[in-house]
């Protein structure tokens, strides 16, 4: 029955003084609706491969060159049973291989994905299976597990166990199409979206030896599946990886011709426990699934800001509140209220605030969850039955907020109810402290946000605005399936195909550098190098500085022809401005880079051709190498980029390619997807710098009013004896600004070493300008002034007579 009595007299309160509890609700709402959605997405991605039994038990096998800037996931095919043999405590392994086939079914061929794995995948991965048993994917090497939604997929509702899959595939070498016959034995539950490891098609690894008939599974000199480790209780992982290391180098030389050996430190490896994967991939090279911690820390800190601010204005608000009923907690208290009844009471009531707040952001979910999905960019579903785990955690902690929030309460103004009246005056002045204190907290942050916004938004202007030295756009790269005579002809006979080339992608995320010795000083340098046509430098718009562009001598008919009939001794390259500085060349125009046989016959301007966290590299671009590229750039008009495109499309029918096959021969590059998380950041800074901005306005309105309220004596007193409206405007409004003043002093060298340090990651960046600071002191300022303006000139402008006539 206290219960009630208690919520029915909150209830009633708020009722009386609704504007200035609708404020509080307001702005908490807002808070709790932005953290919710940021708590979700959270909890989601700390979800990931947290499913496993083994999570804490397996490891993946990363490798690292000794000159790239990625690690690469895969492995030599013997490499796991090696490291079992030798190596104690590895308790199993795992290999997983995707690779294409084209699956026939019902008259319809669609290209697949299958991933070929060992039988222990079902024993190391929480992946159980609804039918068959793993013993029959063990003993038969043309053996298949479907996931369900597979399975329904091809067999509708029929039992798939023992049904048979056609798939084929064309042979690398011969061009010819081979076919293979596959069982069904399993049927597996799907697998979640929070898992790192996806498929819907999982074949026994040992039918890869028919499909490629070559002994790969002996073989140390080709790399294809990724590599898990089970090793419990792992106590020295670095230990563990130079012990890997060491005996990749020993069985890598001894099935290795001399010439190909390698030397140690020219390839490392590095493990990474599962539950780690998804947060630790960012520089892992073809990593599908992935995450940023950094990214997610900066969500942390959005939520606790936010919800920060809310709770510091519940309680600029309520203590205003609070203190006009310091007479009426007395009286609770002569009526034999405990000091426990009346922290209680504070308490519930937050509770009560902030049950209501939650409330409004479950109904409003649906309203913003598609737009907060697109700015976090994820397909993260809630779903009340299965995240009730998250929903309730969340509410957990919203309820302990409201409960401490209810302690400060109370502990601020115990000896208002408790003390003598002297001792409430003097915790009036403490009060008064507190709340100019939050405020100045508000503002401080949000000097800070609006700081750190302007600069992300700038770094992203100079990101997209920067001059790469070439044409990034209307550009895209096709591999012809070895049909080259064929594409130069198509290409050659469309207008609106400005120009193009045989060779790589000029733009790329990984890079290598290999060494070379440059001139008759044989001056070591690592560099990087592109393979291109004599088209390559037009098709990208590359500036010569220096000299003439090469002349290639090879051609290739197919990927394994070669037309030699013009070969020479030197192969002609040009290099960029940054292998001149670095091989510092005075003269580079005939100069040999004598290790490889190539010679220097132009120079071209430095392009930025890898993201701009990198800085330039030395780069050689040539045709005649010693390896080869089969794919095409093209440069094209982008009034017909249809056209280009059905003409493409056109090309491939030819061959009897499926649209799912030849789809993925032909690949734009969008330089924008580059810098997605920059763009993500920027929004998102945005985004919280609006609902700061409300929270702030709100608390500032709130103080404002409770400062009037305080001084209305004051005010009418003054206005008695002769001051103006706009002094008494000053008086109220200097206030206001040497917060802003206080909060500017913290808040700029705090913003500054933050963007220092977030800039470090580039190694192009804008510079941190002086007027983006005082820009946003300005901004806060005026924001604050025309926050309270309205209250401050409703105090200013009210009849002194109404203020002092109690007096």
Not at 18 to 40: D, E, N, P, Q, R
Not at 509 to 534: C, H, M, N, P, W
Not at 542 to 560: A, D, H, S
Request: aromatic share 14%; charged share 20%; glycine share 4%.
């Amino acid at each position: 029955m206290y219960l009630f009595k208690i919520i029915k007299e909150y209830l009633r309160r708020i009722v009386r003084n609704y504007k200035i509890y609708a404020i509080t609700i307001l702005g908490m709402s807002i808070a709790i609706i932005a953290s919710f959605h940021i708590y979700f997405f959270v909890a989601k991605e700390y979800s990931v491969d947290a499913f496993h039994e083994h999570k804490k038990d397996v490891y993946r096998v990363l490798s690292t060159g000794k000159y790239s800037n990625l690690r690469q996931k895969s492995n030599v095919m013997p490499f796991g049973q090696k490291i079992k043999e030798k190596i104690p405590g590895v308790k199993n392994y795992v290999r997983v291989l995707t690779d294409r086939f084209v699956l026939s079914q019902d008259g319809q061929k669609t290209e697949t994905l299958f991933q070929m794995t060992d039988p222990a995948f079902f024993e190391l991965f929480s992946f159980p299976l609804k039918q068959g048993n793993v013993l029959d994917f063990k003993n038969k090497p043309n053996g298949v597990v479907l996931s369900e939604k597979k399975a329904n997929e091809l067999f509708l509702n029929q039992n798939p166990i023992g049904k048979v899959l056609n798939i084929s595939k064309e042979n690398f070498r011969t061009k010819a199409i081979e076919s293979w016959q596959l069982e069904v034995v399993g049927v597996l539950k799907d697998i979640p979206k929070t898992s790192t490891i996806q498929g819907d098609s999982f074949i026994n690894i040992a039918f890869f030896t028919q499909v490629y008939k070559d002994d790969f599974e002996v073989g140390w000199n080709s790399s294809f599946p990724e590599l898990y480790l089970q090793v419990p209780d792992l106590q020295n992982k670095a230990a563990f990886e130079t012990q890997i290391s060491k005996l990749f180098l020993e069985n890598y030389n001894l099935n290795n011709p001399v010439k190909f050996h390698q030397k140690e430190g020219d390839q490392k490896f590095s493990i990474q426990r599962l539950d780690a994967i998804y947060f630790d991939s960012e520089d892992v090279d073809r990593q599908v699934l992935k995450g940023s911690r950094q990214f997610v820390n900066v969500l942390w800190l959005i939520g606790f800001l936010t919800l920060l601010l809310a709770t510091t204005n519940y309680i600029i608000m309520n203590l205003g509140l609070n203190l006009n009923r310091a007479k009426e907690f007395q009286s609770r208290r002569y009526l034999g209220a405990s000091k426990l009844n009346i922290l209680g009471q504070l308490s519930l009531e937050s509770i009560i605030n902030v049950s209501l707040c939650f409330v409004i952001a479950l109904l409003t979910y649906p309203l913003f969850s598609d737009s907060v999905a697109s700015l976090l960019d994820f397909t993260y579903q809630l779903n009340y039955i299965t995240d009730i785990g998250i929903v309730l955690s969340f509410f957990a902690i919203l309820v302990c907020i409201a409960f401490m929030t209810g302690l400060l309460q109370y502990l601020i103004l115990y000896s208002a109810i408790f003390a003598s009246t002297k001792g409430a005056k003097k915790i009036n002045f403490s009060i008064s402290a507190i709340i100019k204190g939050l405020i100045g907290l508000q503002l401080f942050l949000f000097i800070t946000i609006i700081c750190c916004a302007i600069i992300v938004q700038k770094q992203n202007t100079f990101l997209q605005n920067k001059d790469l030295g070439f044409n990034p756009e209307n550009i895209i790269s096709i591999y012809p399936n070895r049909e080259n005579e064929a594409i130069r002809d198509l290409l050659a006979s469309k207008s609106y195909v400005a120009s193009f080339s045989q060779g790589e992608e000029l733009f790329r995320t990984e890079f290598r550098l290999d060494e070379y010795e440059v001139g008759t000083e044989k001056q070591k340098i690592s560099a990087t190098i592109i393979q291109g046509d004599g088209n390559y430098v037009k098709t990208h718009g590359i500036e010569l500085v220096q000299g003439r562009n090469f002349q290639p001598f090879l051609t290739y008919k197919t990927l394994f022809d070669w037309d030699e009939r013009k070969k020479m001794d030197i192969v002609e390259v040009i290099v960029n401005e940054e292998f001149v500085r670095k091989a510092n060349l005075k003269n580079p125009i005939g100069t040999l880079i004598s290790n490889r046989d190539y010679k220097i016959v132009g120079v071209f301007k430095n392009t930025y051709n890898t993201p701009l966290y990198n800085p330039i590299q030395p780069t050689i671009l040539g045709f005649d190498f010693s390896f080869s590229s089969n794919k095409y750039q093209i440069a094209y008009n982008p009034t017909f980029k249809k056209e280009l495109l059905n003409d493409l499309y056109a090309f491939f029918e030819k061959f009897e390619l499926s649209k799912a096959v030849y789809q993925n021969y032909i690949h734009e590059f969008d330089y924008k997807e580059v810098y997605k998380k920059e763009v993500q950041l920027k929004n998102l800074l945005q985004l919280f710098t609006g609902i700061v901005l409300v929270i702030a306005v709100l608390g500032l309105f709130a103080i404002s009013l409770f400062i009037t309220q305080n001084r209305t004596k004051e005010i009418g007193v003054r206005k008695i004896n002769g001051a103006t409206i706009l002094e008494v405007l000053k008086m109220l409004n200097k206030t206001f600004v040497f917060w802003v003043a206080i909060a500017f002093v913290f808040a700029v060298p705090i913003s500054y070493i933050i963007m220092q340090k977030w800039l470090q990651n580039f190694a192009f960046k804008t510079a941190l300008s002086w007027w983006v600071f005082a820009l946003s002191g300005l901004l806060v300022l005026l924001i604050s002034l025309l926050a309270v303006s309205w209250q401050t000139y409703k105090a200013a402008t009210q009849n002194p007579v109404k203020a002092l006539r109690d007096d």
